[in-house]
């Protein structure tokens, strides 16, 4: 019977290096589940020490009541889908995916070797070798060969990494499908964002070993906790501001000589220091001539760059104090972007703004938090 994957106060070491610090987590049985962050921050080494490649230093693994903390990796009802593929060149697809059900003493396979290659579609390649298939499909055949094996737990270590993008997408899509189709409870490690979001119930962003905050990709994006998750997942622009009293349900700010209005629910932080934050594809740009709507924030500045990326325009707007600003403008209707020296205003709508604790010890300075300005994630 499947169960829940319950991590409880895990840590690694590697001598004086805390990879994972005192983590707990609960990962629902039945999920897909993703654990994002930057190489380093101790995504993979949390994996390994599902999946028994790592003993923990301290802390408990289970599933359900069965505590496998210290069980051999073969002993545990998991099964990993590496990027590398693994696959055995010398055999054919059919034999690689049978591999593990014959290590059992299982004699009888053919008919669930050919469920699984049917599962990823790939049904009529059972005799070919991996040397002739695309990176996409050896990855299916990796997939499948998990798969067959009946595992609670599929653990999925950056799978999609050695794709190109237009593949990547696809398989994107196959591995949402698959999982809602075997219903087993998939724990993801990426450091792509869009991956995260696109294919997850739940992601837990991590940083330095812990998890800086967990729920669903929309909780998270639209309302993060701290400088670091509003631009991990996403990209934001944060300016360092004071709260200076209430309207109704909105609290009222100053960031540098301006005045701004939040959502109190959005809030954080509702007095001191706090950072004001808007996600550049909630902005709008007001040009010369026209007027935004008074309600709005506004914030006026001039185009630095301007990046012309299909469906958007991204612009970095230099502010009176100096910060930069980017905004994404859909490109729905045909025309030139505006130029680079160009006079606007910058506005949206308050709700549209989250509001974060920015303690004693942070300055005006966001830009250690700051992806790279024109949306590439690093």
Not at 140 to 156: D, G, H, K, T, Y
Not at 338 to 356: C, D, I, Q, R
Request: one cysteine or more; proline letters at 6%.
């Amino acid at each position: 019977m499947a169960e829940d994957l319950i991590l409880t106060n895990v840590t690694k070491r590697f001598g004086s290096f805390v990879a994972v610090d005192d983590l707990s987590l609960t990962v629902p049985q039945g999920a897909f589940f993703a654990l994002l962050g930057a190489s380093g921050c101790g995504k993979t080494t949390t994996l390994r020490t599902v999946a028994g490649l790592e003993e923990p230093t301290s802390g408990t693994i289970r599933l359900g009541d069965q505590d496998i903390t210290t069980l051999r990796p073969y002993r545990r009802p998991v099964n990993t889908v590496f990027q590398s593929y693994a696959l055995f060149p010398h055999m054919s697809i059919k034999d690689n995916v049978a591999f593990g059900l014959r290590q059992r003493g299982i004699k009888d396979v053919g008919k669930k070797v050919l469920e699984m290659l049917e599962l990823v579609q790939l049904g009529s390649f059972v005799n070919r070798k991996p040397a002739q298939l695309s990176g996409g499909q050896q990855q299916r055949v990796a997939l499948a060969r998990a798969l067959v094996n009946e595992p609670q737990v599929l653990l999925l270590d950056e799978p999609l990494g050695a794709l190109d993008l237009k593949l990547r997408r696809q398989m994107q899509i196959e591995l949402k499908r698959i999982q809602t189709e075997v219903g087993i409870t998939f724990l993801h490690v990426t450091h792509d964002q869009d991956e995260a979001m696109w294919m997850a119930d739940t992601v837990a962003v991590m940083d330095k070993g812990r998890i800086e905050q967990l729920g669903a990709p929309t909780d998270i994006y639209e309302f993060p906790t701290s400088p670091f998750v509003s631009n991990f997942l996403g990209q934001s622009n944060l300016f360092a501001a004071e709260v200076t009293g209430k309207s109704g349900e909105d609290i009222t700010l100053t960031a540098h000589g301006e005045r701004f209005a939040a959502p109190t629910a959005r809030a954080r932080a509702t007095e001191g220091r706090v950072w004001l934050g808007v996600r550049p594809e909630k902005v709008r740009l007001a040009e010369p001539g026209q007027d935004p709507p008074a309600e709005h924030n506004q914030v006026r500045g001039v185009l630095t760059d301007t990046c012309y990326a299909g469906v958007s325009t991204e612009y970095l707007l230099k502010t009176p104090w100096g910060q930069e600003m980017s905004v994404f403008s859909a490109n729905a209707s045909a025309g030139e972007p505006l130029a680079e020296g160009t006079e606007v205003v910058a506005h949206w709508y308050p709700p549209h703004s989250f509001v974060l604790d920015r303690p004693a010890g942070e300055g005006d300075e966001v830009t250690q938090y700051a992806a790279d300005p024109l949306g590439v994630a690093p």
